[in-house]
Structure formats: C-alpha cells, structure tokens
T-cell receptor, first 114, second 117 residues
Framework: ETGVTQTPRHLVMGMTNKKSLKCEQHLGHNAMYWYKQSAKKPLELMFVYSLEERVENNSVPSRFSPECPNSSHLFLHLHTLQPEDSALYLC?????????????FGPGTRLTVT | AQKVTQAQTEISVVEKEDVTLDCVYETRDTTYYLFWYKQPPSGELVFLIRRNSFDEQNEISGRYSWNFQKSTSSFNFTITASQVVDSAVYFCALSEVDQQAGTALIFGKGTTLSVSS
C-alpha cells in the first residue's frame, strides 16, 4: 500500500449505531488530519494530530471522537450521528504540522446517516 | 470573511480549449503558502502545487501553469489544451501560521471543471 488509505470507502449507518472510520498513511508523516466535505461547502477541518497528540479540535460535536494510536493510524469513532453528518470524510497527512508542508489525502469515506 | 474565494463555481469547456481557474485570497500574514489541489470523481484530493508568499515567479508544469500576483492577492491556475481527464473539482487553499492554533489549511469552495470531447 502506498500513500494514504481509508476504510471503509462507503458506510451507511443508522442514528443509533456506533462505527469507526480508519485511516492509515504509509508516507512516514508526523501529522494527520480529519476533514469533512459536505455538498456545496468548503472542506472543514475537524481534527489535527501532530506526533500522536491532538493539536486542534475545531468545535466538532462530541459524537465524533478521534483516536491516533500511532503516527501511521488515525481513527474517527462515530456514535449517535445525525442525518446532517452525511458527508465525505477525508483523512490527510503531512510531514509535519507546519504551514509549508502540503497535505496528502486519502480517497475518503462516503458516510450516509439514515 | 471568506479567506479563499473561488468565484467560478462551474466551468465547462471543450477539449483543447485553454481554461483559467481563479483564486483570490485574503491574509494579514507576511509569510503564507498557497496550494492547488485536484479532486477527481474518485474523491481523493491530489496535491498539484505549493507556492510561498516570497516567490512570485510563475510556474509551468506541462499543460499546467500558475500565476501568483501578490498585488491582487491572486493565485490563478491555467490548463492549456484541456483534456477530458482534467475534469475534476479544483481547490485553492491558503496556509497561515496562527499563533494560537498552529497552522491551518483554508480551502476555497472549489471550481468544478467539465471538459467535453
């Protein structure tokens, strides 16, 4: 595997379910990110991890819970979601959490909340 | 206020036409970085270019070229002789250094480019 991978690619869940999204980067990067992409909206940064520590939490509802067990893996745990949480969730990584480093993105998980 | 503005929501061209995607940004930082990403239908954002605020040289990479002008706070992207494979959503992004929150990559809303044969 190369680059940034995400599983599952598609997920349909009910509002009472608990599920997790997984992201893995094979680039040796030290920073990882979760973004939400909704229709007709700019990408929204949700969480940032640098060297496995959370450094940003952009007012994301507590029904989204991130976890970064090591620098290569990032999870997004989901519980009691709302239909408006349906979106494409993108994971990204960069060499470091610095302004001059580009981010590399995974293919995303298309989440539908019913 | 929107920090990265991509005024063109959708553009449709015919193959071999040249097309320019506009990006206007707003920042008070003297040091910042600008990026372009491509998002094909598969969903994955693909990094195209990074520019720092001190380098106003235009850049050309194959059929792609970028024009960075600090005087107008613009970082426009031109595709020459467009091809069907260029059909995608293109995002312009700005990276600032925020003392409190570290760095942040701010995306525009994207421009959907459709190239027909």
């Amino acid at each position: 595997e190369t680059g940034v991978t995400q599983t599952p690619r598609h997920l349909v869940m009910g509002m009472t379910n608990k599920k997790s999204l997984k992201c893995e980067q094979h680039l040796g990067h030290n920073a990882m990110y979760w973004y939400k992409q909704s229709a007709k909206k700019p990408l929204e940064l949700m969480f940032v991890y640098s060297l496995e520590e959370r450094v940003e939490n952009n007012s994301v509802p507590s029904r989204f819970s991130p976890e970064c067990p090591n620098s290569s893996h990032l999870f997004l745990h989901l519980h009691t979601l709302q239909p408006e949480d349906s979106a494409l969730y993108l994971c990204a990584s960069s060499l470091a959490h610095l302004a001059n480093y580009e981010q590399y993105f995974g293919p995303g998980t298309r989440l539908t909340v019913t | 206020a929107q920090k990265v503005t991509q005024a063109q929501t959708e553009i449709s061209v015919v193959e071999k036409e040249d097309v320019t995607l506009d990006c206007v940004y707003e920042t008070r930082d003297t040091t910042y970085y600008l990026f372009w990403y491509k998002q094909p239908p598969s969903g994955e954002l693909v990094f195209l270019i990074r520019r720092n605020s001190f380098d106003e040289q235009n850049e050309i990479s194959g059929r792609y070229s970028w024009n960075f002008q600090k005087s107008t706070s613009s970082f426009n992207f031109t595709i020459t002789a467009s091809q069907v494979v260029d059909s995608a959503v293109y995002f312009c992004a700005l990276s600032e250094v925020d003392q409190q929150a570290g760095t942040a990559l701010i995306f525009g809303k994207g421009t959907t480019l459709s190239v027909s044969s």
